[in-house]
C-alpha cells in the first residue's frame, strides 16, 4: 500500500464534505493510549472535521489534483449524457453515492447528466439541489487548482458543457 503524506496548510478532499484545509495534527489521549488526529476545516460549512491518521486513506481523504489530473475530469464533461428513465429517487441515490464518492470524474457525470441546456425543460427541486452540490464540490477543487474564483470555475465547467 502506497503511503500517502499530506502537508499542514494544503487542501484535502474529504468524500462526504468536499475540499478543506489541513490546518493541523493534533495527539489525543483516549484511554490512556494517544492517537494522531487530522484536523480539517471546510470553511463554507463553517465544519472543523478531526480524523484519525491511521483512518484517513481508508476514509477517502486525498490530495487535491493536480491540472493535469483535471483534464480527464473535463474530457467526461464532453461526452454524451444517457438520460436515465428510471425513478428520480433511484437516480437522486446513485447521484448521492457518486457525490460522496470524492472522485471528481464521478461528480462530473453527475453534472453532465443533470446539465440542462438552453431549450431544455428545467431542473426539478430535488435534480437541482443535487446538481448545485455536485458543481459546489468540482467548482471548490478546481477554483485551487487553478487559483480562480469559483464562480469563474462554476462558468468554465458550464462553457465545456455547452460546447459539448
Known amino acids: 500500500m502506497t503511503k500517502v503524506t499530506f502537508e499542514i496548510g494544503s487542501w484535502v478532499v474529504y468524500p462526504a464534505h468536499g475540499v478543506g484545509k489541513l490546518e493541523n495534527i493534533e ?11 487530522f484536523v480539517i ?26 491540472q493535469s489530473d483535471m483534464a480527464g475530469v473535463f474530457e467526461s464533461l ?3 449524457s444517457q438520460k436515465k428513465k428510471t425513478m428520480w429517487s433511484k437516480r437522486a441515490q446513485e447521484y448521492e453515492e457518486k457525490i460522496n464518492s470524492g472522485d471528481p470524474v464521478s461528480l462530473a457525470q453527475v453534472i453532465r447528466e443533470l446539465y440542462k441546456g438552453a431549450g431544455e425543460s428545467a431542473l426539478s ?3 437541482k439541489q443535487v446538481y448545485q452540490l455536485a458543481m459546489e464540490r468540482l467548482a471548490k477543487e ?3 487548482i487553478e487559483n480562480i ?6 462558468r468554465k465547467l458550464e462553457g465545456v458543457l455547452q460546447a459539448a
Do not use: D, Q, W, Y
Open 27 to 37: 495527539k489525543i489521549e483516549l484511554n490512556g493510549e494517544m492517537f494522531e488526529f
Open 41 to 66: 476545516s471546510f470553511e463554507k460549512n463553517k465544519l472543523v472535521l478531526k480524523i484519525p491518521t491511521s483512518k484517513a486513506i481508508s476514509a477517502g481523504l486525498r490530495k487535491i489534483l493536480t
Open 78 to 80: 464532453k461526452h454524451k
Open 125 to 127: 427541486f430535488g435534480e
Open 142 to 144: 478546481i477554483s485551487i
Open 149 to 154: 474564483e469559483e464562480t469563474e470555475a462554476v
